[in-house]
């Protein structure tokens, strides 16, 4: 019982993964409808390497979960049958399809045409890739993930922590993002919606029991983390918000310190869905 920190692999891999879907519609509806000059075309798309170094990291770290990074290529096996292999076969699509479009357009060699249909399936391809991580942890098994809760959860990582990033992206790159309060707005919504799914799921647990096991004993400081964890997204999104409020825009400074806030935040509420894992076993009471 207790934290899913030995799942940190995992945990790395699945919100810097949200994050970077988040960040990478962001950017790209910026580039598709934001009326760019050249130089700043140039400028947002040099600053979108951070989202695939990001994303490289993800698939890094979800490597050392196999034990042995060449394991990655056995994963692939049984695409259409298997959860995992859909998950990562999805996620290799999104990185690779967003990864030939940045260099294509750092090098200026994809036509504007073709460069916003290319974004448009790049950011379908992300949300495809977000509901595959969901299949994963859809076990009858496990009743405490085969629920609602973890497919909302992980969609919420979306726009909880991608709008942060991708305006600091666009910033990064010297634009001046005119959606900006709009954005703040829908992660702090997306917020109130996790903070409502955590009241939900946490009241829920309390039912929910196999023959040797209380799902509501595997993470004793359910409340304590989950308040912990608000407080650090808050903090985090406060460094974004707050300053928007003052002088209408947020240095990347304190963008930076803010996302890394709400980075962690959500690493801490990943590490208590990883926590709750709980094999039924013969039977489920509740």
């Known amino acids: ?42 400028a947002v798309h040099r600053a979108m390497f951070f989202l695939w170094l990001l994303m490289g990291i993800a698939f890094m770290a979800s490597t050392l979960h196999l034990g042995s990074p060449w394991r990655a290529f056995n994963s692939l096996n049984r695409i259409g049958a298997s959860a995992l292999s859909n998950e990562i076969a999805a996620g290799a699509l999104f990185f690779a399809v967003g990864g030939c ?11 504007p045409l073709l460069g916003r249909v290319w974004l448009w399936v790049t950011m ?52 001046d993002v005119t959606t900006r309060h709009s954005l703040a707005t829908l992660s702090v919504v997306a917020l109130l919606v996790s903070l409502g799914t955590v009241m939900m799921q946490g009241y829920e647990l309390a039912s929910i029991s196999s023959s040797v096991q209380q799902a509501s ?14 407080v650090l997204v808050v903090l985090g999104l406060g460094c974004w ?3 928007l409020l003052r002088r209408g825009y947020a240095s990347v400074m304190g ?31 509740g």
């Open 1 to 42: 019982m207790g934290m899913g920190w030995q799942e940190w692999p995992l945990m790395l891999f699945t919100v810097l993964g949200q994050c970077v879907v988040g960040g990478v519609i962001v950017m790209g509806l910026a580039i598709i409808g934001g009326n760019l000059n050249e130089q700043q075309r140039r």
């Open 101 to 111: 479009y940045w260099l294509l357009a750092v090098l200026g060699k994809i036509p």
């Open 124 to 175: 379908a391809l992300g949300l495809v890739f977000v509901y595959m991580m969901t299949r994963v942890y859809q076990i009858d098994t496990v009743p405490t993930w085969h629920n609602g809760y973890t497919t909302l959860s992980f969609f919420l990582t979306v726009p909880i922590g991608g709008p942060m990033l991708g305006v600091l992206l666009l910033r990064f790159a010297g634009l």
């Open 217 to 230: 004993a595997l993470i004793p400081q359910y409340g304590q983390l989950m308040v912990g964890r608000l």
């Open 241 to 243: 918000i707050c300053p």
């Open 255 to 285: 963008m930076a310190l803010g996302l890394i806030l709400v980075i962690a935040g959500e690493l801490v509420g990943r590490g208590v869905f990883y926590g709750l894992h709980m094999t039924v076993g013969m039977a489920v009471a």
